[in-house]
């Protein structure tokens, strides 16, 4: 069965985490809990500011860089996924964000998902658990538009509850890690501008040249706010919790914010992800979390045909097997989309809802 869908109001949504990195212990050995990954998490989400950090060392007219760097997240209801922003400032002039972040609780992995992505196209995807001796550790693969993967390491430890320490890493000549940036992050009330979370300027006029050149240009369809038909709510009872569902364009247009069903009264969002180019895999990749009951959502968005985009990807429960999903938007007008909803219990694709 498919359902008809039509577009609503266009809302802006982007969040984002806090990267970390890994040390020398095996991933089994070094595992969070899902109480543990809400306390990492949870520890950079605030409202009414954001985290600053002085760049002083690297800043000068010649390297371009701005004075400081700041940070700003936000949670989904359940508090198992944030998302946010990197950006800089020199006075009192604010940049385009340099990362946008995304990050969730895995409970296959027993770690979090770190996933971000700049303007440039780079990707940055791996896992953060806890370390040795204290605070989280983060290695991530690095992507580049041209395809060259470089590993990156970030060691996060809190101060206190208003500090947060932070170093960086690259690869050593020696297969080990040689220390590259640290800075300390100090939480800043009062900053009234934050990117994260303002709608992208071209947003509902985008540029079509652009677009015709960005690998996700092929999403543009779906940007905007989709609500079910009475008819499809009715069948599917107890499905309101994961709808209506949105996209919206990032800060830059190498990725896209996703959320299901509407904010509840305090503005948080029932499923809520992000999107974004891998260079890597040539894909749209994607990772959201579903708060409620901690499921985690991997996977791609491909184009079928002009009309048609498709969604597969692996769901990891925190009590059993991951099992495989793949879903179709059928692109009826503008403003008008079917969406099939099939999955795989075992092997064959079988119609669940839609």
């Given amino acids: 069965m498919r359902t008809t869908f039509g577009r609503s109001t266009l809302i802006s949504v982007v969040v984002a985490g806090l990267m970390g990195s890994t ?3 095996t991933a089994q050995e070094r595992r969070y809990t899902e109480a543990e990954a809400r306390a990492s998490l949870q520890k950079v989400v605030r409202k ?10 690297y800043w000068s007219d010649e390297s371009g860089e701005p004075r400081e760097y700041l940070m700003s997240f936000r949670s989904d209801a359940e508090g198992l996924a944030v998302r946010g922003c990197m950006w800089g400032r020199s006075g009192s002039a604010a940049t385009t964000p340099f990362w946008s972040f995304f990050q969730a609780w895995d409970p296959a992995a027993g770690a979090i998902l770190a996933y971000q992505a700049n303007p440039a196209g780079i990707v940055s995807i791996g896992h953060e658990r806890p370390y040795e001796t204290g605070g989280s550790e983060t290695i991530q693969e690095m992507t580049t538009r041209d395809g060259n993967v470089v590993r990156s390491r970030h060691l996060n430890r809190p101060v206190h509850a208003d500090t947060l320490a932070s170093q960086s890493f690259a690869p050593a000549a020696n297969e080990g890690w040689a220390p590259r940036r640290s800075y300390t992050w100090v939480w800043t009330p009062g900053v009234t501008s934050v990117p994260c979370f303002e709608q992208s300027p071209s947003a509902g006029d985008p540029d079509s040249s652009a677009l015709s050149q960005n690998p996700l240009g092929f999403m543009e369809p779906l940007v905007g706010t989709w609500v ?12 309101d919790a994961l709808v209506p ?3 919206e364009w990032g800060p830059n247009r190498y990725s896209l914010s996703y959320r299901a069903a509407l904010p509840d009264k305090e503005g948080t969002p029932f499923t809520m992800g992000t999107i974004v180019w891998n260079p890597d895999t040539r894909k749209a990749e994607f990772m959201s979390s579903q708060g409620n009951d901690a499921l985690q959502f991997e996977g791609y968005y491909e184009p079928v045909d002009e009309k048609t985009i498709r969604r597969v990807y692996t769901v990891s429960y925190p009590n059993r097997s991951p099992l495989r999903y793949r879903e179709t938007f059928f692109l009826i007008t ?8 099939e999955w795989q219990p075992e092997g064959a694709w079988v119609p669940r809802r839609g």
């Fill in 23 to 25: 040390g020398q212990l």
């Fill in 48 to 57: 009414g500011g954001a985290w600053v950090t002085s760049n002083a060392r």
């Fill in 228 to 239: 079910p038909d009475k008819g499809w709510l009715d069948e599917n009872p107890g499905m």
């Fill in 245 to 247: 569902f949105a996209f």
């Fill in 334 to 341: 503008r403003d008008t989309l079917d969406w099939l909803t």
